[in-house]
């Protein structure tokens, strides 16, 4: 198979897994959104919209107040983002790890540790330059509180508005520390799942429930891992990316640094951590994509398998 085949099978593989497991997981997806960046929205600072108390209330008041649907609000975007996203995290990871010399788990663990991580994070923060526009886009259409009407009514609606007020960098609001962040997310996501993936007996296992169910067991631990290890620096790019589309001198938070400090200060560092609960049954979905990407590239005969190892 031609390295050029293998890259476009790797590439569909990993788009297809990343846009059915984001859609099925979509509801959860959209309740650690709102509970993450209500801080930061100007509806419920006002006091116009109550503040969610947790997962629960956030399910029921959602379904309430805009409708079972509206779980899926922003969900095309979301699919449109993550199907590149996913798709050059896995494609690149394989390059990218080519690049490094090859290690041997049995004999050299911590160098074939250290590789997994390297190629994972690499990868995730190559791919998040290209996509962040539809990550901003995506926040902020699933961010809407209450039963008035919608802020943006799509895609190209926030996209043009937050241009419109800001400038093509209103866009990238947040993409430092989300660069900062990706690369220990996709580091352990990818690291912990090739690491535990060389170390599981039933990899390869001709039994498909065997096999599958032990590399959704590696996945799983790999997705929560990575969640908790990132998610100060998803809170805070959130928070960001909910002031893109106001004037500079409205922004509540001047940057990073001065997000991370405000956010400690006034609401307690477990703030930083505010929706990591309904994150961590997201990750469900995290591992779902790792498996299917694996079993397609197996059928395919693709690398993609082999790197999972």
Known sequence: MSSSTEFFINFMAGGVSGA?????TAPIERVKLLIQTQD???????????RYTGIIDCFSRVAKEQGISAFWRGNLTNI??????????FAFKDSIKALFPKADKRTEFGKFFAINMASGGLAGAGSLMIVYPLDYARTRLASDVGTGKQQFSGLVDCLVKTVKAGGLTALYNGVGVSIVGIIPYRGVYFGFYDTLSGYNPYQKDENSLYRASSKFLCAQTSAISAGYASYPFDTVRRRLQMQSEKP???????????CFAKIMKDEGVGALFKGAGANALRTVGAALVLVLYSEITAAFGAGGAASFE
Do not use: L
């Open 20 to 24: 059915v497991a984001k859609t099925a």
């Open 40 to 50: 930061a929205n100007p509806k419920i600072i006002s006091g116009e919209v109550k």
């Open 80 to 89: 449109i983002r993550y199907f590149p996203t996913q798709a050059f995290n």
């Open 248 to 258: 500079k001198e409205d922004w509540v938070y001047k940057g990073t640094m001065d």
